[in-house]
């Protein structure tokens, strides 16, 4: 298995841009999380899908966040427009339902200049 | 809501000694407890998790240990080695959700 897959690994963007991550979860997981790791706030949950249902999006800081799962093994998290405040590693992680361990993936860096 | 707390926040050990990471967790209700390391840059990797059944659980010169009633998990590494310096993360799952400690930063000194 080749692990839970983020893309890009990098970016670098201007503010005002649109900026979309994506996720592919470990086959045969059922749920989904996006987290964000900053120096100030450590991890943050952003957002959380089960079978590809949102269920909770409370850490999500703004309606500039908005997260999707159109399908099993595919998740997006967009931020649009993108401010420098943004600026973190944003990790998705995938699990079985029913409270197994996470496995996450190697990240997004995002910069927002 | 579930704060979980990691004191040091940062370690210093000379090669070879044994070490132990604390944690702490306010609510007791919790499903799980999983330990993490993160090196610089990089994404983090799941060392041992611990059942809300379980006491411990070990893997190689790891060892981990949950005692609910008080709210405390800690994380021993025995014969400490270089390639151990990381920051290492616990976090506790309940109601579906993984809430983090601020991490220990270990360094380990040649």
């Known amino acids: 298995d080749a692990g839970v897959i983020q893309s890009p690994r990098h970016e670098v963007t201007e503010m005002g841009q649109e900026v979309t991550l994506r996720c592919k979860p470990i086959s045969g997981h059922n749920s989904l999380f996006w987290y964000r790791q900053t120096m100030m706030r450590g991890l943050e949950l952003l957002i959380y899908f089960n079978n590809n249902v949102p269920i909770d999006d409370s850490g999500m800081p703004e309606d500039r966040f908005s997260a999707k799962m159109p399908n099993a093994s595919f998740s997006t998290l967009k931020i649009q427009p993108s401010e420098p405040r943004d600026s973190a590693v944003y990790f998705c992680?995938?699990?079985?339902?029913?409270?197994?361990?996470?496995?996450f993936g190697s990240g997004t860096r995002l910069t927002v200049v | 809501k579930q704060e979980v707390t990691q004191i040091p926040a940062a370690l210093s050990v000379p090669e070879g000694e044994n070490l132990v990471l604390n944690c702490s967790f306010t609510d007791s209700a919790i499903y799980n407890l999983q330990w993490f390391r993160q090196d610089p840059g990089k994404g983090l990797t799941s060392l041992l998790l611990?059942?809300?059944?379980?006491r411990e659980q070990t893997s190689g010169r790891l060892n981990a240990s949950l005692d609910k009633s008080s709210g405390r998990s800690t994380l021993y590494i025995a014969a400490s080695q270089p390639g151990d310096s990381a920051t290492y993360l616990c976090?506790?799952?309940?109601?579906?959700?993984?809430?983090f400690g601020t991490g220990t930063r270990l360094t380990i000194i040649p």
């Open positions: 992680a995938s699990s079985l339902w029913g409270n197994h361990g996470y496995t």
């Open positions: 611990i059942q809300s059944s379980q």
């Open positions: 976090a506790a799952l309940e109601n579906e959700k993984l809430t």
